[in-house]
């Protein structure tokens, strides 16, 4: 490659302690590790890469300092291919551009997300207790399908106050409930009310009334209480790591949803109401005309292919204001189409109502996450 350059190497590099990795980024050494042309690559420039990227051999401390030389020499091959394809002004063409947005987007987002919601997130040593409990447990039940809840709690007060209740349970099995599932409930149960009820289950071995998705009204009977013998194969600390990370993982959306409208509270961004119809009906008519193109298993996509076809038919309205947002600068309608092609967009039925619905609400999505994206660069 003609404007390639000599790298030298400073093998100094294989000293740096594995140790020092732990160190604040204030306490990394700056020291001078290779030197590219005019650009250097700092002894804290590779300790922040090698310990947060992938790289193979890693985890083999026999072998770290070979490793360590290695990844250096990858991070110099970088540094010579970026300066070849800024030679052949590749990264500024339209298609590395837009690229080079939406990743902006994304990662100053995520940037956001580690910094506002991340610390917020704590986890008790009560609900690290009741978490192991329930992790090392694997309870069966029984979904008892009612009508109502008002049915619901005069047949559960009959089976309180029986004596034999799982006797009575079937004597009245058809007559006053159907048997809809049977599950089994650890901590690990992607749904939180029903694995709520199932645990606070006691002594009377049925739940109160409550609704679960997918079942409607229900009462849970509990069958038997086991231990979780999968579970109980992973060590002590595993446990409590898998513990820890259910918990915190369960905190997250309830905390980022607070902590986002924190931030945009008092924010007000509207849509240019004839660009959006436009773009309906030109979604619409496109789907209409070739759906089979853009149908898989029975829904319509808007796929990569579509968004292109979508870009073409609007190139002349590109630049124009989508989005008006308070006091800054307008989303414009191809920033909007990046960020729409983020999504992952689908249609039940090609019918202009419902492409309407869908794509408004995403476009609310669209809109909201750029305002996050300029929250998190300023």
Known sequence: MKNFVCAVLVLMCCQLSVAQYDFQVKDLPTDTLATIGTQVISAKDFLE???????????????IEDTKLEFLQSMVAEKLLAMEATAQNIGYDSVSQTLQYNLERMFTRDELYKREVLP????????????????????HVEVMGILTKSQGDK???????SKNKNAFIKSVKDSLFISLDTLHVSLETNDLPLENAVFAIGK???????????YGWTILHLIARQ???QNLKFSRTDQLHKVDKVIRSRKQDSISVKVFESLLANRRAESDKNLFFMLTDSIYKILRSDSDQYMMKGVFFLSAALQERLRESFSSYLAQPFAVIDGEEPMTLHQMLLGLSNLNITFPHVVPEYIRYVLNNNIKTVIQNEMLAREALR
């Open 227 to 229: 231990p979780n013998f």
């Open 49 to 63: 890469r090698f310990e947060l990227m992938p790289f193979p051999n890693k985890d083999k401390a026999s072998r």
């Open 120 to 139: 917020k997130i704590t986890v008790s040593s009560e609900e690290m207790r009741e978490g192991m409990m329930r992790y090392q447990m694997q309870l």
């Open 204 to 214: 009377d071995s049925v739940s109160k009334p409550l609704e679960l998705n997918g």
């Open 155 to 161: 047949l559960y007060q009959k089976i309180v106050k």
